[in-house]
């Protein structure tokens, strides 16, 4: 029942195994040199500080299994929202194939954020009348000397967004397994109140 209440009625990608298994695609989208594709790796397993396998299904997208909260669920990440060819389709693709968002700036560029208030907008507008889950990730959060946005105005926008807000150091590796367990909770939480 809940699999065609909250993903857009073309789009089939949330799928409830037997074994209770769910299955979510997570775009990232946000502005060049922001660090998805740093934060991507990492979900990757690159570096491995996360604890199982990762499949790679292409050179932009990748997919692995967490357990949160005693529940397993299947992330396919997808990285390919600044694709070389540019084509204007890969990115309107994207912004209808999520079952959820990471919205990526950098904490020590300003354009990247008031970026991320545009993409904000641009996802409402493509997803007009979908609750769609979404974290505002300040990522770079290692380079405090080059901070251009204070921690307060990325909450204050995520609050505005309606969404939640995290900031990451992909760089550090700090709170990466944080964020894909937080975007795997805002999934769920949309879909257990969808059942009450
Ligand atoms: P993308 O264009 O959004 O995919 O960004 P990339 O992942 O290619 O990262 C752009 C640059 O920022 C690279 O040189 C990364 O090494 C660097 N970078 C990414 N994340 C971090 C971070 O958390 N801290 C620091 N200091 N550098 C980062
Ligand atoms: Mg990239």
Redesign the pocket.
């Known amino acids: 029942y809940y699999r065609r209440s909250w993903s857009s009625e073309s789009s089939d990608s949330v799928i409830s195994s037997e074994s209770g298994n769910t299955y979510y695609r997570v775009v990232?989208i946000?502005?060049?040199?922001?660090?998805?594709?740093?934060?991507?790796?990492i979900f990757a397993g690159v570096h491995d500080s996360m604890d199982s396998d990762c499949d790679v299904l292409g050179e932009d997208t990748y997919e692995r299994t967490l357990m949160v909260d005693g529940e397993s669920a299947t992330i396919m990440l997808l990285?390919m929202?600044?694709n070389k060819s540019e084509e204007e389709w890969i990115q309107d693709h994207c912004m209808q194939v999520g079952d959820a968002y990471l919205i990526?700036y950098?904490i020590?560029d300003q354009a990247s954020f008031e970026k991320a208030s545009e993409l904000r907008i641009q996802l409402r507008r493509a997803r007009q009348t979908e609750d769609i889950p979404i974290i505002l990730v300040g990522?770079?959060?290692?380079?405090v000397r080059c901070r251009e946005v204070s921690v307060s105005e990325g909450r204050a926008c995520a609050v505005v967004f309606d969404c939640k807000f995290i900031e990451?150091?992909?760089?550090?590796q700090?709170n990466v397994k944080e964020l894909f367990e937080g975007i795997v909770r805002q999934v769920r939480l949309r879909r257990d109140s969808k059942e009450k």
């Open positions: 990232m946000g502005e060049h040199g922001v660090g998805k594709s740093t934060l991507a790796n990285d929202w600044e990526v950098s020590t990522n770079k959060s290692d380079l990451t150091s992909a760089a550090v700090h």
